[in-house]
């Protein structure tokens, strides 16, 4: 690093030292020197590598457009690609044929092509994750993503293992930003069990919260365990039940509780990875 | 099979990849076969094939899909140092380690130790689920007799570590109260939040790493490195009794002395070592595993410390290194 290489770079260079490179348990069936040194810039210098181009780079989309374009089109890309594809040239190859996958995604020929690129690098890999993510790579691109079980719902004692900032951190992140522009919703809770009281407001596009407090002006106030939040996250019960059996109490609006909570995104199982998102992110 | 079926189907290992596997055979020591008899050593017993099935029948973990990997040779699809590997990862059932510790392997990624105290036994590690801790106890008490549980320890935070706990704890003693569960400080804290902020991406992204939608096979999925696959089945979390709070703290379980080592932001945020007098022992949990482990696994996760996870196992060394006659691991080991 302070040489002035970057990751990648130093993912080129660096090699095991002879004492440790041939002994069996220190070869990269997990982890690999070439990934694992990446992290170590990661840890101390982060994602930027220092040199401008890398600040603001086009998304994949857009850029793989302009690659393709400047590579002289479809057709170009993929008579160079297979001539160096029989080469053994697969690294390379992976790189040029994505741009144009992420450009064009039906375009059956570098689908095709990128997917035989990526199985061979899987072949090659001795790393047991880099072969896995190189062949689940061309399965994708020959089959598509693989219809995943929906995924279970948080087991009781899982989510009983969370602190109540942590449920409210979850929050946060599903919520939607844009959906949230002009809203102003503030919440108290109280939890009785616990002693632990909160105000909740998403103010600002941003869910944010205050332990320890209670808001004089709040559009609701509710109290309840925390164990029946649980319940209800779990989906063992729904929030007007719990209401309704006298487990929640509340004074004020409570309906700005369900106009909160119509602004959290469900986030989905599967998503594309090796080729453009097919449903927009918005 | 027709055009369509056979362009989604995997395909052969190029003229290049040939070319390098021959070279890997050169430069890599595969003449030095030890590893496969100290993996094999203390072997007592199994089951068929390490298959595990819940109480629905729906099997939650079986290496026979591995079948395949009984040839000794690699085809051309595959490293032949991965191939190896895999192979050595087949090894499956009850090890003793030193009369007395006696360790599940191959019956998840991760593995179980048991170690045999004055009454009973303490369960370091419960494997991914409860229906997989269940089969480790049962395969355990038809090789050792039966014998109640005295302690579970916990090594570190990862789900293959604790998931099936209450295989290894029925209800019946979970309600006395009286067996305690020890695990490194801020245990709770890290168990879950390491998925909380990403979980939903973390998920999609380990299909990656650990390739379970792809066939098995010498086109498809052979190994994880650390282990073959993960496991499915029921996993559910249990809150430790008794948190270990620094470098040097003891206990004694049932008759049976520990002196533990704190680890954090190693392998996981939380996570320690320890070492059994009595057995002259050393335990160092995921830290030490018979690969190059990650510092940044494919699923995402916060970067681990490789500075400090070098350093504590110099310190394990020098704490131990003298006194310690065996050592295992918690994973691939």
């Known amino acids: 690093m302070n040489h002035g290489l970057t990751a990648t770079e130093i993912a080129e260079t660096i090699k095991l030292p002879a004492s440790l490179d041939a002994a069996w348990h220190a070869r990269g069936y997990y982890g690999h020197i070439r990934h694992n040194v990446k992290a170590i810039y990661q840890k101390y210098l982060g994602w930027y590598d220092a040199n401008p181009v890398n600040l603001d780079p086009l998304p994949p989309v857009a850029a793989g457009r302009k690659y393709v374009e400047y590579m002289g089109g479809a057709d170009a890309i993929l008579a160079r690609a297979a001539n160096d594809l029989a080469k053994g040239e697969f690294r390379f190859v992976a790189q040029a044929v994505s741009h144009l996958v992420f450009a064009e995604p039906d375009n059956q020929s570098a689908r095709a092509l990128l997917a035989d690129t990526y199985e061979q690098l899987g072949y090659l890999a001795e790393s047991a994750t880099w072969r896995n993510a190189y062949l689940f790579g061309a399965q994708e691109l020959r089959q598509g993503m693989p219809k995943a079980p929906p995924r279970p719902p948080m087991p009781r004692e899982t989510l009983a293992a969370l602190r109540t900032e942590q449920l409210w951190d979850v929050l946060g992140v599903r919520l939607n930003g844009p959906k949230a522009e002009g809203k102003h919703i503030v919440l108290n809770w109280s939890f009785t069990g616990t002693n632990e009281s909160f105000v909740l407001t998403l103010e600002n596009c941003a869910l944010t919260y205050v332990a320890g407090a209670q808001a004089a002006a709040a559009d609701a106030s509710f109290t309840l365990p925390r164990g029946t939040l649980d319940e209800v996250i779990a989906k063992q019960t729904s929030f007007p039940e719990a209401v309704a059996s006298g487990k929640i109490k509340f004074t004020g609006n409570a309906m700005r509780l369900a106009e909160l909570m119509a602004l959290m995104d469900e986030f989905p199982r599967m998503f594309e990875i090796v080729e453009p998102k097919r449903t927009p992110v918005s | ?333």
């Open chain 2, 1 to 333: 099979m027709t055009e369509a079926a056979s362009t989604k189907a995997p395909k052969e290992a190029s003229a290049p990849v040939v070319a390098r596997h021959a070279a890997t055979l050169k430069a890599l020591p595969f003449s030095d076969t030890r590893d496969f008899e100290d993996a094999a050593r203390g072997f007592l017993g199994t089951v068929e094939n390490a298959r595990i099935t819940s109480a629905q029948g729906r099997v939650v973990w079986s290496l026979e899909p591995y079948g395949f990997l009984s040839d000794a040779e690699a085809p051309p699809t595959v490293d032949p140092s991965l191939w190896r590997q895999s192979r050595l990862n087949m090894n499956h059932g009850i090890f003793e380690v030193v009369p007395g510790v006696y360790q599940i392997r191959g019956l998840d990624i991760a593995n179980m130790t048991l170690i045999e105290s004055e009454r009973g036994v303490i369960v370091v590690d419960t494997l991914t689920s409860i229906e997989g801790a269940r089969a480790a106890m049962e395969l355990y008490f038809r090789h050792r007799g039966r014998r109640s549980v005295a302690a579970v320890i916990f090594t570190h935070t990862h789900t293959d570590h604790w998931g099936g706990a209450r295989g290894v704890l029925d209800d019946e003693t979970m309600a006395s109260g009286k067996v305690p569960i020890i695990a490194p400080n801020l245990f709770m804290e890290h168990a879950v939040s390491e998925n909380i902020i990403a979980g939903p991406a973390m998920l999609r992204r380990a299909q990656y790493q650990f390739g379970p939608f792809l066939a098995k096979g010498v086109r498809g999925q052979v190994d994880c490195g650390l282990g073959k696959s993960m496991a499915a089945g029921s996993v559910a979390l249990l809150r430790p009794t008794d948190l270990i709070m620094a470098t040097g703290d003891k206990r004694t379980l049932d008759g049976l002395e520990f002196e533990f080592q704190m680890a954090p932001n190693s392998e996981a945020p939380a996570e320690m070592h320890f070492f059994i007098p009595r057995y002259k022992l050393l335990n160092l949990a995921e830290n030490c595993t018979h690969n190059f482990h990650n510092l940044l696994p494919f699923r995402g996760a916060d970067v681990r410390d490789a500075l400090a996870w070098s350093k504590y196992l110099g310190e394990a060394l020098q704490m131990w290194g003298g006194k310690a006659e065996a050592m295992c691991g918690q994973q691939s080991l």
